[in-house]
């Protein structure tokens, strides 16, 4: 149980387009889910927190324009990283919090290589 | 973003030996999480702490909530090559606006056969 899975496992673009990463929670319903982002040999480090039916909210110095989080439902959140440019490159995450303890469960992580 | 401190940053250990890690915090949490990161990976949830005090193990893992609940560590008992990987905890407050994970700068572990 608690599976989540993201889509795409790896996505090569151009400078200035933009970028669609799923997060799936497979078998369980989450009313939050998280996005982050890993650069090489560094930790995890959260850009905002997607809430099911309501705004995203954004860490300090994450671009909520350039980063649009969209939750339609209760398993699914998309990320569109927009106008995307070569520092963008970097290993997106998502987690999605289950049960009454909302345990967070990550997904697969999305490798985004901007030329 | 804050970070949770975390120690060692390295391990490099023979097959079969015990490993520890620790995770320090200015903060207090009411929960703390381990996590395993394979390369090109998410992390993988491993142990799950709730109450200050607790001692909860999973197979030749064992955590521990800090009584504080500023810290945590892990234990990984006859450690076996598949235990290679980067171990980072992670603090959550829950109850609040939010229910965000403050993760620690990972510990790297290598294990030689």
């Known amino acids: 149980g608690a599976v989540v899975s993201q889509h795409p496992s790896r996505v090569i673009c151009k400078s200035g387009t933009s970028v669609k990463i799923e997060c799936r929670s497979l078998d369980f319903q989450a009313t939050t889910m998280f996005w982050y982002r890993q650069f090489p040999k560094q930790s995890l480090m959260l850009m905002a927190t997607?809430?099911?039916?309501?705004?995203?909210?954004?860490e300090q110095g994450v671009e909520k324009d350039k980063f649009l989080i969209n939750h339609a439902s209760l398993t699914l959140s998309t990320l569109t990283v927009t106008s995307a440019h070569p520092e963008d490159s970097s290993f997106y995450i998502c987690?999605?919090?289950?049960?009454?303890?909302?345990?967070?469960?990550f997904g697969p992580g999305t490798r985004l290589l901007v030329l | 973003g804050q970070q949770l401190n975390q120690s060692p940053q390295s391990m490099f250990i023979q097959e079969g030996e015990d490993v520890s890690m620790n995770c320090t915090s200015s903060s207090i949490f009411n929960t703390w999480l381990w996590y395993k990161q394979d390369p090109g990976e998410g992390p993988v949830l491993l142990i799950a702490?709730?109450?200050?005090?607790e001692l909860t193990s999973n197979g030749r893992l064992t955590a521990q909530f800090g009584i504080t609940r500023k810290d945590s560590f892990l234990n990984i008992s006859a450690s076996i090559p598949s235990d290679v990987g980067i171990y980072f905890c992670a603090g959550q407050l829950r109850g609040g606006a939010t229910n965000k994970l403050i993760f620690g700068t990972g510990t790297l572990l290598a294990v030689q056969p």
């Open positions: 987690s999605a919090g289950e049960g009454s303890k909302e345990t967070q469960y």
């Open positions: 997607s809430n099911e039916g309501s705004k995203a909210t954004y």
């Open positions: 702490l709730y109450k200050a005090g």
